[in-house]
């Protein structure tokens, strides 16, 4: 079988003048990254298409470690409804280099259903992630220099600053350092520590963001700590904020490239889902819609946790409504919830597919509390069964749900034909409009309360002290009425990741909430989330060459 990199560089890409050319961008419009890479200036966003087109979601349920194919299912389904004569781009977010060289290896997709050219977008890309890492740092410095200096300085405590620094890398050795060290000349000593790019609020907020001057804005309410007479500073009291938007000045706008089959894509922004908001930029959907007349994106990992923050968070903020939500499924993912070992979870066992239906069942019940329309994608694996798949289409229909086969990596758009018609006849017939899980106004305990007992299936919450005192200092800086991204484990609904299937009759323990107010949301923090992963006990990093010719190996 060959890999995923073998397969993409077997196809003849088109110039990426071509590919916009299908868009109805000019080439001399195009800041091109040479051949097959380009952003697409601002002023191609339409607010009157925006608003009349259709904006497809992919979410899935509760992933297994290695995730069940959003992303090769949401560039499949694109190629498909190009291949019905639907004018359609998939809009994603770009990787992360973390998961790239540690566990789970690239994120564009796989087999026949790829973005490209795959090396690159894996990569460095356009730069993008390395200016939202220099952005924030640029903030973390100013910080630590305000704190120093004698005569220019806020009264910063700097037992107050939360701010840290970011690198696109997992480091755990990072996690906690200190800084400051080596006499006066060195700085103030402080413990901080590193975070890696995809958690930090500069991503969340040039993703929430309508064009340079709201980000700017956005940049300057990032909350920083407090002086020593508990006084709030903002980024805006450092003057960081007009710098911070100098430095993404080019990171703003959304990047073109293409699928394995030409489909346009445009790839933008990359916050990660188990922290912020987990979707590309506002931006970038946008762009899409402004382009064409369907719109495939997709919410990081499950539906209660990308998806939900998709809603309440992102539609809210852009105004946009998606017209369908395709739930990614697996049959390896229901035998997991079933309580199948994961070393086992290859071999044939339709009753373990039974067992993990509660899952899909509970994902489906919460898509209906948004009042939206669904369809189920099954990303069909080799070594599933015709028995394993029929049981999960069994149990759709009788809910009332249609399931759909889709074999997307072995046959790219060709292998979601069904699954496109599907999916067009339901945005055509539908006029529904998403409706929020909480209103705003409300306050921040009865928003996570919604979130936890609708959502995730919790009977009660319970709140640390840290927490407790959070809330009180949210109340004051005048911040109650922002929404809520809680902050929790992707291999669960519940809170504790070895809660596998629909569990039931859980407390959810909130133990601190930071404070986002750049982004323009707060993280209630449950469990143990780690803003700075480590790398597992063999990275993929070691797989990985070039060789004399700059042929690249093991990048999958």
Not at 412 to 431: C, D, F, K, Y
Not at 450 to 458: E, H, L, M, P, R
Request: charged letters at 25%.
């Amino acid at each position: 079988m060959k890999t995923d990199l073998e397969i993409a560089r077997e196809v003849k890409m088109k110039h990426i003048r071509d590919i916009a050319s299908t868009l109805g961008i000019e080439e001399d419009d195009l800041i091109t990254y040479g051949k097959y890479k380009a952003k697409i200036p601002l002023s191609y966003l339409n607010t009157e298409n925006i608003n009349k087109n259709a904006l497809i979601l992919v979410s899935a349920t509760s992933p297994t470690p290695a995730g069940e194919g959003k992303t090769t299912v949401s560039i499949g389904l694109s190629q498909a409804l190009n291949k019905i004569g639907r004018k359609t781009t998939v809009v994603l977010r770009e990787p992360s280099l973390g998961p790239v060289f540690g566990m789970k290896g690239g994120a564009t997709g796989g087999g026949h259903s790829q973005v490209l050219p795959m090396e690159d977008i894996n990569l460095h890309f356009t730069g993008d992630f390395a200016a939202i890492e220099k952005a924030h740092n640029l903030l973390a410095a100013l910080i630590d220099n305000n704190i120093q200096s004698k005569n220019h300085n806020l009264g910063i405590d700097p037992r107050t600053v939360y701010w840290k620094r970011v690198m696109d890398v997992n480091d755990r050795s990072l996690r906690k350092i200190i800084v400051g060290l080596g006499g006066r000349t060195s700085g103030v000593p402080r413990e901080t520590g590193f975070d890696i790019t995809a958690a930090s609020e500069v991503m969340a907020t040039l993703c929430l963001s309508d064009n340079l001057e709201h980000l700017k804005e956005k940049l300057g309410n990032i909350f920083v700590g407090f002086t020593y007479d508990r006084k709030p500073v903002y980024a805006r009291d450092l003057k960081a904020n007009g710098a911070m938007t100098l430095l993404l000045k080019d990171a703003i706008m959304p990047n073109l490239v293409q699928t394995s089959e030409g489909t346009p894509a445009i790839i933008h922004g990359g916050p990660f889902a188990n922290i912020a908001q987990g979707t590309n930029s506002v931006i970038a959907t946008r762009m899409g819609l402004s382009l064409s007349d369907y719109v495939v994106t997709e919410a990081g990992f499950g539906f209660d946790l990308g998806a939900e923050k998709f809603f309440d968070i992102k539609c809210r903020y852009a105004g946009l409504s998606p017209k369908v939500v395709v739930l990614v499924t697996t049959v390896r993912a229901l035998k997991y919830h079933g309580g199948k070992p994961l070393k086992e979870i290859k071999e044939a066992d339709a009753a373990a597919v039974k067992k993990g239906l509660p899952n899909l069942e509970k994902h489906l019940e919460n898509i209906k509390r948004f009042g939206v329309s669904c369809v189920v994608a099954i990303n069909k694996f080799a070594d599933d069964t015709d028995h394993e798949l029929q049981t999960i289409i069994d149990r759709c229909s009788e809910i009332g749900v249609k399931a759909v086969v889709a074999d997307v990596w072995g046959k790219g758009g060709e292998g979601a034909l069904a699954l496109a018609e599907t999916v067009a006849a339901i945005a055509a017939s539908t006029e529904k409009q998403w409706q929020p899980l909480y209103e705003l106004d409300w306050d921040i305990p009865k928003k996570i309360e919604t979130i936890a007992t609708k959502v995730y299936g919790a009977k009660a919450i319970d709140y640390s002290l840290k927490a407790k005192d959070d809330l009180k200092k949210i109340e004051d800086l005048g911040l109650s009425k922002l929404p809520v991204c809680i902050a929790k484990t992707q291999k669960s609904l519940s809170d504790n990741p070895d809660l596998l299937g629909r569990p039931k009759d859980f407390v959810v323990t909130v133990r601190e909430i930071e404070i986002a107010a750049g982004a323009g949301f707060v993280i209630p923090i449950t469990g143990e989330i780690m803003r700075m992963p480590g790398l597992p006990p063999i990275p993929a990093a070691e797989n990985m060459d070039i060789d004399a010719n700059g042929t690249i190996t093991g990048l999958a």
